[in-house]
């Protein structure tokens, strides 16, 4: 690992922990040359994912993208950045499971929309609305009633 005080490339670790929920290592290293301190953080590189939009093309799984699409919909509503963050983990660690190279736009959608159900259900709504591409207020309407349906 390179020092980023003086570039020198040696260090020894002083302090390993895990971290990220137990997905990364963090780790406090010492340059050999001049002493300074800096932590790394040390993730396993899952295989890449591709997307298979609704009109058949492809492109690259961004977490990026998840976490703004379910950002979008928790707008103002009482959910904090971190359980943001624990649904974009849950469902992109349970792809990278399931799936190996390719994964539809639908069942990632599919998914968050199971875990925004259990969260929050106005986040739910507008989510399913984008998802389900929901033409006209009776859409909406239906799946509200569908909603209250299963909760009673």
């Known amino acids: 690992m390179r020092c980023p005080k003086c570039n ?4 020894k ?9 137990g997905v990364a290592v963090r780790r ?3 340059c050999l040359d001049c002493g300074y301190r800096f932590t790394t953080y040390e993730e396993v590189i899952q295989s890449e994912l591709s997307v298979i ?12 993208k998840l976490k703004k699409g379910i950002g979008n919909a928790c707008w ?19 792809l990278q499971y399931d799936f190996e190279g390719e994964v539809s736009s639908l069942e990632i959608g599919r998914r968050v929309m199971d875990e925004l159900k259990e969260l929050d259900e106005v986040a739910y ?5 984008v998802y389900r591409e929901f033409k006209d ?8 009633r569908l909603l209250n349906k299963k909760n009673k």
Do not use: H, L, Y
């Open 76 to 94: 103002k509503r009482p959910i904090d950045e971190e359980k943001i963050d624990q649904i974009v983990e849950k469902v992109t660690m349970s």
């Open 8 to 11: 020198f490339v040696g260090d």
């Open 137 to 144: 207020i009776d859409q909406f309407i239906e799946e509200i």
């Open 125 to 129: 709504v507008r989510f399913a609305s």
């Open 28 to 30: 406090r290293r010492e």
């Open 53 to 64: 939009k609704r009109n058949s093309s492809r492109v690259e799984f961004e977490r990026s």
């Open 13 to 21: 670790v002083v302090d390993s922990r895990t971290a990220k929920e």
